[in-house]
């Protein structure tokens, strides 16, 4: 065949082709395109995103993100923490409390803020290059297995009638297996530390400064109330309830003085996805109420969302609809093209496959309707509160 005319037809077939190759590059492009268009107005200095990966400790990530976080606000340089150091010495205690009470108690693997706290005031905190615990021929953390075994043996010991001391040997021996036996001392940046001398001398938080926060009027307000979630399996009774005006603003006072928020709430709303948009928002009609046909709409702009009352957050919490699903970081402020406020906020998802680099915009309905409590520095607590609260 005469090479010209291949040639030709080959140009011809190019020319005929290329507007369909645009048009579906622009029709990506459509699908790719989000409704929301974000504005960061204030953010702290923060660490970067990790990856909790296969694990139930978004509790440990959140807090360690917020810690982290604490430092840079002290004027201290950035330093990577171990949050399975932490982990490592909490599932021991949680066992503990899980055999004393029989068996009827929680043993999972999800936690609280205060749960990081009450560890390393007892154990230390180590840097992560001393204890990353990936000893298990696997690239990301993964508890699945060793979960299963220590469940196999509080198990095993609760059915018993006269336990012996060999069943928490047993439980410590897995996590040392799995996780690594934690360190003694090491050295960091030319020092030499044990993990509690680095939390006291290196890091020098003061963990009486941080307070927990909730929001919820079955309870008295500006008193200190046990948080009735699973997770706060020590039946910690030392969050303050305030009602959620005052929560919210003590959220964005926060922010704006520089500081940063641990946030903890639900995550299991059609419309939270930090996978597929990176938002979330509660919508004024929800997906129940809606038809097949609006149900099939594609979003195109910001939608308008529920005015949140603390009678709707009451209700929900009271019937299940929020649930205490997950912990993350609150690291700034933000406002959509329409001027509504957003809180930029740090996953623990990792980067891979996740809509803004692992960070999430919850909308202000979202966070006044969704959060289960917060942990705060108490210097950002407007004096008003903080008297009701009896805080000085």
């Excluded at 299991?268 to 099939?296: I, M, N």
């Excluded at 949140?308 to 299940?320: A, D, G, H, L």
Aim: hydrophobic share 35%; aromatic share 12%; with cysteine.
């Amino acid at each position: 065949m005469n090479r010209n005319f291949i040639n030709s037809f080959l140009i011809l077939l190019i020319i005929l082709l290329l507007p369909f190759s645009l048009f579906s590059q622009e029709e990506k492009k459509d699908e790719d395109k989000s409704p929301y268009q974000f504005t960061i107005d204030k953010q702290v200095p923060h660490t970067p995103v990790k990856n909790q990966a296969r694990t139930g400790t978004c509790w440990c990530f959140s807090t360690i993100s917020f810690l982290e976080s604490e430092l840079l606000r002290m004027g201290e340089e950035e330093v990577d923490l171990s949050e399975m150091f932490v982990v490592r010495f909490t599932y021991p205690h949680k066992a503990e409390n899980y055999i004393r009470l029989h068996g009827d108690a929680m043993f999972g693997q999800g936690g609280q803020a205060h749960d990081v706290i009450d560890q390393i005031k007892r154990y230390g905190v180590v840097p992560e290059e001393v204890y990353t615990v990936m000893n298990i021929d696997e690239k990301k953390h993964n508890h699945g297995e060793i979960f299963s075994m220590l469940n196999a043996v509080l198990d095993a010991a609760k059915k018993r009638k006269k336990l012996t001391p060999k069943w928490n040997e047993a439980f410590n021996a897995i996590l040392d297996t799995y996780l690594g036996k934690p360190p003694v001392d090491f050295k960091y940046n030319g020092k030499k530390y044990t993990p509690k001398s680095f939390a006291e001398k290196y890091c020098g938080w003061n963990f009486d400064d941080y307070i927990e926060l909730t929001s919820y009027s079955h309870q008295p307000y500006y008193e200190k109330v046990r948080l009735q979630v699973p997770d706060n399996w020590t039946f910690n009774s030392d969050y303050y309830n305030i009602p959620i005006n005052d929560l919210e603003k003590i959220i964005d006072n926060a922010i704006k003085k520089g500081h940063s928020v641990v946030w903890d709430g639900d995550v299991s709303e059609r419309d939270f996805s930090s996978r597929k948009t990176g938002y979330a928002v509660v919508p004024e009609k929800g997906w129940e109420d809606k038809t097949e046909a609006e149900k099939k709409e594609k979003i195109t702009e910001p939608v308008k969302e529920k005015k949140i009352t603390q009678e709707m957050r009451q209700k929900t919490y009271n019937n299940y609809l929020t649930t205490d699903d997950h912990l993350m970081h609150i690291v700034g402020l933000a406002h959509d093209q329409e001027g509504t406020k957003f809180y930029f906020t740090k996953n623990s998802g990792g980067i891979v496959d996740r809509k803004n680099n692992g960070y999430i915009y919850m909308s202000q309905s979202y966070v006044r309707l969704k959060t289960i409590a917060i942990m705060v520095h108490k210097d950002v607590v407007a004096k008003r509160i903080k008297k009701k609260l009896g805080l000085k």
